[in-house]
T-cell receptor, first 113, second 111 residues
Framework: EAGVVQSPRYKIIEKKQPVAFWCNPI?????LYWYLQNLGQGPELLIR????????DSQLPKDRFSAERLKGVDSTLKIQPAELGDSAVYLC???????????FGPGTRLLVL | GQNIDQPTEMTATEGAIVQINCTYQ??????LFWYQQHAGEAPTFLSY????GLEEKGRFSSFLSRSKGYSYLLLKELQMKDSASYLC????????????FGAGTTVTVRA
């Protein structure tokens, strides 16, 4: 069974540019998460989806970050415009339900110059 | 909110045993997870405890004491491939099942 797929794996952009990350969860997983992980830190939740509905986006900086999961499967996370402090790893995870174990993708490593 | 503490680094010798402690102070509790994360890779699920006691899975075991807000991950017969970061995560109980992670413990296994 395929795991969580993310692309791109690496992205380098200049500040003020837009950037987007893509996630394909494990087949059949209705719950999808986006996390931010800074170097030497644990992941921090940005947003959680139940099917196509964002049920927890309290930690998402909505002035520059947006996310969507239009058909309840794949999801994209966008930053516009990117700032230097956004350099981090963006992890996507999925689970069969909120009560079940979360499985993580390899992440997208973003460097903003 | 959640406050989760674990040591930053640990070093051990191949074949030895290492115990990674995790203490937490939470507003609610609905389970504790351990994940392993190799550098540049995804966190991978290791274990889950929701009741007090020891859960054993091969060379890895995890223990939980809810009254003490304490867990540990025990790695036995250490192998070089066990060199990684180990993340302790607590799940809340306010209906959102949110995972809050510690900063991770980097374990280095030496020959």
């Amino acid at each position: 069974e395929a795991g969580v797929v993310q692309s791109p794996r690496y992205k380098i952009i200049e500040k003020k540019q837009p950037v987007a990350f893509w996630c394909n969860p494990i087949s059949g997983h209705n719950t999808l998460y986006w996390y931010l992980q800074n170097l030497g830190q644990g992941p921090e939740l940005l947003i959680r989806y139940e099917n196509e509905e964002a049920v927890d986006d309290s930690q998402l900086p909505k002035d520059r970050f947006s996310a969507e999961r239009l058909k309840g499967v794949d999801s994209t996370l966008k930053i516009q415009p990117a700032e230097l402090g956004d350099s981090a790893v963006y992890l996507c995870a999925s689970s069969a339900s909120p009560k079940e174990t979360q499985y993580f993708g390899p992440g997208t490593r973003l460097l903003v110059l | 909110g959640q406050n989760i503490d674990q040591p930053t680094e640990m070093t051990a010798t191949e074949g030895a045993i290492v115990q990674i402690n995790c203490t937490y102070q939470t507003s609610g509790f609905n389970g504790l997870f351990w994940y392993q994360q190799h550098a540049g890779e995804a966190p991978t699920f290791l274990s889950y405890n929701v009741l007090d006691g020891l859960e054993e899975k091969g060379r890895f075991s995890s223990f939980l004491s809810r009254s003490k807000g304490y867990s540990y991950l025990l790695l036995k017969e250490l192998q070089m491939k066990d060199s990684a970061s180990y993340l302790c995560a607590v799940r809340g109980s306010n209906g959102d099942y949110k995972l809050s992670f510690g900063a991770g413990t980097t374990v280095t296994v030496r020959a």
